[in-house]
């Protein structure tokens, strides 16, 4: 079933942060817009894929949207129950609720030439076992899908067999799926993978008196809170060599030498890796501490599963009777934006460096996808909203 085709200025796709800072920006200069979700909720990540302990892991100042402050009262490292309630704040603030179709899953959008308008299909998701395609038009498309659109596993070896001897079979979920560590008290459980969701997780797992071991198959740069605080304002002043030599140093007089427990440093500086290849520092808020003590044990690669055991690349397997993969995600853009080969590459990531990465042709545009977290969606945001407005209103 087709339904007629709606007409709008500009056409967001998704109602994370990034879209609704592009919404919010394109509200205060009156440029009407609508955002497809294929959700059933704005900014699902956080309000039903996130693990209970999640906080901001920058500090507040760095990661408020355009036009509205956090409340003073919010601590410096806001948590995920105050971010949300910030969100809900922001919707209410801007109007924006109205303006979003939740449910929309894009299936496919390209620019018309004759027209000089981006077509977009979505489906409805909003009645099952019924397919209804809709069809969008407008002059203006923002990519605002985000770097966390659909939850990665890597395809391990035997992973289908894994299974616990006492349950009949074993626990694989992915980090969305994880909320707290209350169940698994008592249990062996494998975290794979050692950004910041796999570490905090595993802490809380640890906290949650569960047998904890943390997959670490690559270097990682380890700072506390306070030293990426201290690193994002020496930015402004001091080259980024400087700042990440400064900041190599405080990690190891803090942290001493990880080595020892499996945590091997990269050759390239943290704020450096940041900026090149979006790979973020470990902000460690105590899971360090837990490696130390030998509550959390760490390990190699994985090299494969039999049943409940998982081998290692160091040739040694454990049993474990729960797994949780903190494996990131894959962006889907290169599924559904067509015949664009201006903006993004292959892996939905933008093809010109920053500054310049949102801007591609005939009025695309991305959003949030800078590899500076919500400090670079707001710039974003603003940046797309002055554009547009630039366009359609010339001085």
Known sequence: ????????????????????????????????????????????????????????????????????????????????????????????????????????????????????????????????????????????????????????????????????????????????????????GGKHVLVVGSGNSGMKIALDLANHAAKTSLVIRSPVHVL?????????????????????????????????????YGIYKPREGPFFMKAAYGKYPVIDVGTCEKIKSGQIQVLPGMESIRGNEVVFENGHSHHFDSIVFCTGFKRSTNVWLKGDDSMLNDDGIPKQSYPNHWKGKNGLYCVGLSRKGLYGAAADAQNIADHINSILRPS
């Open 1 to 184: 079933m087709k339904e007629q085709a709606v007409g709008v200025e500009v056409i967001i796709v998704g109602a994370g942060p990034s879209g609704l800072a592009t919404a919010a920006c394109l509200s205060l200069q009156s440029i009407p817009y609508v955002i497809l979700e294929r959700e059933n909720c704005y900014a699902s990540i956080w309000k039903k894929y996130s693990y209970d302990r999640l906080r901001l892991h920058l500090a507040k100042q760095f990661c408020q949207l355009p036009h509205l402050p956090f409340p003073s009262s919010y601590p410096m490292f806001v948590s995920r129950a105050q971010f949300i309630e910030y969100l809900d704040h922001y919707v209410s603030h801007f109007n924006i609720g109205p303006s979003i179709r939740y449910q929309r899953s894009v299936e496919s959008a390209s620019y018309d030439e004759a027209t000089n308008m981006w077509n977009v299909k979505a489906s409805n998701l909003l009645s099952p076992g019924r397919e209804i395609e809709e069809y969008y038009s407008g002059r203006f498309l923002v990519v605002a899908s985000g770097e966390t659109s659909n939850p990665f596993t890597p395809d391990v070896r035997g992973l289908s067999s894994f299974c616990s001897s006492a349950t009949g079979t074993g626990e694989v979920i992915h980090s969305t799926q994880y909320k707290n560590g209350k169940p698994y």
């Open 224 to 260: 506390s809170r306070e030293m990426v605080y201290l690193g994002l304002v020496l930015l402004k002043y001091v080259p980024c060599g400087g700042v990440d030599t400064l900041m190599v140093m405080l990690s190891r007089l803090v942290y001493g030498d990880l080595s020892k």
